[in-house]
């Protein structure tokens, strides 16, 4: 007996794919796992990954993705080291009078 698994559209590309296989956003847009990483692909290799920047993909919409959704397609990759050095080098300190900025001088800090 074959059990069916519950299974939605792609939006992007239109494929069906499993609820498995999938992330839905805030919005309450799914898509497949295979789209949201490729979508992340690229905002993450453009450097667009401030919160302002990384958006749902879906026409007009404007729900952020948060960073667990990020997580969750892609710890364990390079790809999440990345995403993580990129939204590192958009932290700007705040800048009280008298306050002095230092580099640390560990190498890659």
């Known amino acids: 007996e074959k059990v069916e698994r519950a299974s ?3 939006p992007l590309c239109l494929d ?3 609820f498995d ?3 839905q956003l805030d919005c309450a847009h799914r898509l497949c796992s295979v789209c949201f990483h490729g979508y992340l692909e690229v905002k993450i290799r453009e450097k667009r990954v401030a919160p302002e920047e990384l958006l749902c993909p879906m026409p007009g919409c404007v729900c952020e993705v948060t960073v667990p959704q990020v ?3 892609t710890k364990g990759e390079p790809l999440w080291e990345r995403f993580l050095s990129a939204r590192a080098d958009l932290w700007q300190p705040a800048n009280h009078d ?5 580099q640390c001088p560990a190498t890659g800090c």
């Not at 008298?98 to 230092?102: A, D, P």
Request: charged share 25%; with cysteine; hydrophobic share 30%.
């Open 8 to 10: 939605f559209k792609c």
């Open 16 to 18: 069906t794919a499993s």
């Open 21 to 23: 296989n999938s992330v």
């Open 71 to 73: 997580e969750g397609v």
């Open 98 to 102: 008298g306050e002095r900025l230092c």
